[in-house]
């Protein structure tokens, strides 16, 4: 029990140390995770034999992430993914497996082996992208979409795998293998003792199973549970459905993680959806963090020191040679620029799979100690690599332009008073109501797939980068009345007002801002009225806060009407305070001018306040 509570505390201790300073410094969490493990593994020499048993308790973390990403899809969004499934999925393993064969081949290898190396580095991480993904708000995108599918697909794959990596070994070393494994699997031993036909039924209905139970047995017994009204039998019971239908994956030899992503989608339309989602996320967070720890922990730093540059080779290249095949299927399926290169970079590892399915290949005497101990090495190097390609990701997509801002831009054959710049949520909105009561507009964006499915809708844009002082000429910005500026490039943005203020001082321009900094930059550059995105709904939100504390429709409108008029001068009052490049925390003038603008904000809705409860006094005695 003293070992146990003592190694508890060191893995807590260095995620709590390790995990935020990585996030600060812009790493991700998965990179502290792994920093930690190496930390208190090979170089502190902190942990023992434990980390074995640990990485694979922490393995159920990836099964629960699977569950989550499953109740986000309805049934009929997964089957709109069958393409990408199994195209793009399928060509990913057939093709890198292929290629990573032929690479160890001309090292010298034999076949069975090469062909073996290839099954399992064509594998990716589930756990390290999809968290990665997720953090960073990418999972939605083309190529986050993509990136799931192929991991999706390879999970799915896990399961010929296994059955197919016994071929590969030589008849004596099979047999011999196939005894130790029925001594100690006593379900998979008789699932071997069936004809092919009744393993394909055993499977099948072990995932019918999982669907009827998700759809008719998991919401009548939620709705018994939840009519206790106690909280933690609402987290067992949750817990309960992902343990038992990964147990029953386990038992006839399919992928865990891929029966509980199956669940979540049958479970997608619950009305206990969300419960179950918050009931899962915590244990989720805590066993992926424990399983990335583990990968750190476990590096074999001796054979990196013994043979580093051969190591780091051997994984660069692994690495090279899956994004190779990534970024050329990313083009094949039409990927634009920046999702082409989140797909790539994003895929480019070894997987957390390739730790199972090498103990499996030299548990089946299909690979020697020694080179299987270089390929768990390769694997983790190349996991342990993931978060800086994603760093480098992020910078190379702040250099490079999308398809759209590349492609050609439209001849535009009429010019109208209002130009509408970026057509984005925002934009649609304001195109919408602007032409609808009567005004022509010039609506202008630099994705293609935006603007014909605006015209598939009946308005009219033109494809081309607002930012372009040619392009603003053709559209009219000589005789344009109101320029309307709702890019989502907060620096574009600015440029744009900047170049049409210094053009036309008598341009309306009208600006949508990110945030205060943003407003300040844009009222520098010359923007007339500057919106922030979330401003003007966060003061209806609390409107209605008001009325339901008790205040008239009345008094909450004015209320709400003092505090824009105010708040907005303040901006422009801050405005003359802000300093560029410095965080307004660190600015004293700046914060000494908030504390005061708040003080007469708040006295000033006091009085309002006030001026209209008597004005409703009047009103309720004059009735009389």
Not at 43 to 62: K, N, R
Not at 124 to 133: D, E, G, N, P, R
Not at 547 to 569: H, I, P, V
């Amino acid at each position: 029990m003293e070992s146990f509570l003592l190694q508890a505390s060191l893995y807590l201790i260095a995620v709590v140390l390790a995990v935020p300073v990585a996030s600060r410094l812009g790493l991700g969490s998965v990179l502290g995770y792994l920093v930690a493990g190496i930390v208190i593994g090979p170089v502190l020499g902190l942990t023992g034999s434990e980390t074995e048993d640990l990485q694979h308790f922490a393995e159920f973390g990836v099964v629960m992430m699977l569950f989550l990403i499953g109740l986000e899809l309805e049934p009929r969004a997964f089957w709109g993914m069958r393409d990408r499934l199994l195209g793009l999925g399928g060509l990913q393993i057939v093709v890198t497996a292929l290629v990573v064969t032929l690479g160890a081949l001309a090292l010298g290898l034999g076949w069975r082996i090469a062909l073996t190396f290839g099954v399992i580095l064509s594998l990716s991480s589930t756990a390290i992208v999809l968290q990665t993904l997720t953090e960073k708000n990418l999972l939605r995108t083309a190529g986050g979409r993509s990136a799931f599918s192929v991991l999706l697909m390879q999970d799915i794959a896990v399961i010929p795998i296994l059955a197919f990596l016994p071929l590969l070994a030589l008849p004596g070393a099979r047999a011999l293998a196939r005894a130790q494994a029925a001594e100690s699997h006593a379900a998979l031993s008789f699932l071997q003792e069936l004809p092919g036909w009744g393993v394909t039924l055993v499977t099948l209905a072990a995932v019918a199973a999982t669907v009827l139970a998700g759809q008719y047995l998991v919401r009548p017994l939620y709705r018994f549970v939840h009519h206790a009204h106690l909280r933690e039998v609402n987290t067992a019971l949750s817990l309960m459905i992902v343990v038992t239908i990964a147990s029953l994956m386990l038992m006839v030899g399919l992928s865990p993680a891929l029966g509980a992503f199956l669940a979540g989608v049958v479970l997608a339309n619950s009305e206990f959806r969300h419960e179950l989602e918050s009931d899962i996320a915590p244990f989720k967070g805590l066993l992926l963090g424990l399983f990335f720890i583990t990968v750190g922990a476990g590096i074999d730093v001796d054979l990196l020191w013994r043979h580093p540059f051969t190591m780091l080779g051997l994984t660069l290249a692994l690495m090279a040679v899956k994004g190779g095949v990534l970024y050329g299927l990313g083009r094949l399926f039409y990927l634009r620029s920046r999702d082409r290169w989140l797909f790539t970079l994003g895929l480019a590892q070894a997987g957390e799979f390739g730790f199972v399915l090498t103990a499996f290949s030299e548990k089946q005497r299909i690979l020697p100690e020694t080179l299987a101990q270089s390929l768990l090495l390769v694997i983790a190097l190349s996991m342990f690599l993931t978060p800086l390609a994603f760093i480098l990701h992020d910078f190379l997509v702040r250099q490079i332009k999308d398809e759209g801002e590349r492609a050609a831009a439209d001849e535009i054959d009429e010019q109208q008073p209002v130009i509408i710049a970026g057509v984005g949520r925002f934009g649609q909105v304001v195109n919408r109501m602007v032409t609808m009561s009567g005004f022509r507009t010039t609506v202008l964006d630099h994705d293609l797939n935006v603007i014909q499915l605006l015209r598939k809708f009946g308005f009219k844009g033109y494809v081309g980068d607002p930012t372009r002082p040619e392009l603003l000429r053709a559209a009219g910005l000589d005789q344009a009345r109101v320029l309307v500026v709702c890019l989502d490039d907060r620096a574009a943005a600015v440029r744009l007002v900047d170049y049409a203020r210094r053009q036309r001082p008598d341009l309306h321009i009208i600006a949508r801002a990110r945030d205060r900094e943003h407003v300040f930059e844009l009222y520098r550059a010359g923007a007339n009225d500057i919106l922030r995105e979330y401003f003007d709904s966060s003061l209806r939100a609390a409107r209605y806060v008001l009325e339901n504390m008790g205040l008239s429709e009345y008094e909450a409108s004015e209320l709400q009407k003092t505090f824009f008029k105010l708040d907005r001068a303040a901006v422009r009052d801050l405005a003359q305070v802000w300093i560029p490049g410095v965080p307004a925390e660190q600015n004293p003038a700046y914060v000494s001018r908030t504390r005061e603008l708040n003080r007469d904000l708040e006295a000033a809705l006091l009085d309002r306040f006030t001026e209209t409860r008597a004005e409703r006094d009047a009103a309720d005695r004059a009735a009389e």
